[in-house]
């Protein structure tokens, strides 16, 4: 799910991107989602999804708003 179209996402602190996505972690049972730079595979913090797959899925909300909240305060 491609999220640079919702409004106050924050960019990429590490390349600038604004190509954040929400994805499940595959590797743990996709207990566990988080927001990822499209284009350096930076990840923010994991919450835990639900196992909702859906693309409005409430988890995918609180995964951007820890991306967010991660990019405050640092510089590119």
């Not at 820890?66 to 640092?74: A, D, I, L, P, S």
């Amino acid at each position: 799910m491609v999220m640079s179209d919702i409004k106050n996402i924050e960019p990429c602190p590490f390349c600038g991107s604004v190509l954040i996505t929400t994805e499940m972690d595959q590797l743990q049972g996709t207990k566990w989602g988080y927001a990822i730079c499209g284009e350096c595979l930076s990840c923010g913090p994991e919450v835990r999804t639900g196992y909702d797959k859906s693309d409005n899925a409430p988890w995918r909300k609180y995964a951007i708003e820890e991306w967010n909240q991660r990019t405050k305060g640092e510089e590119k």
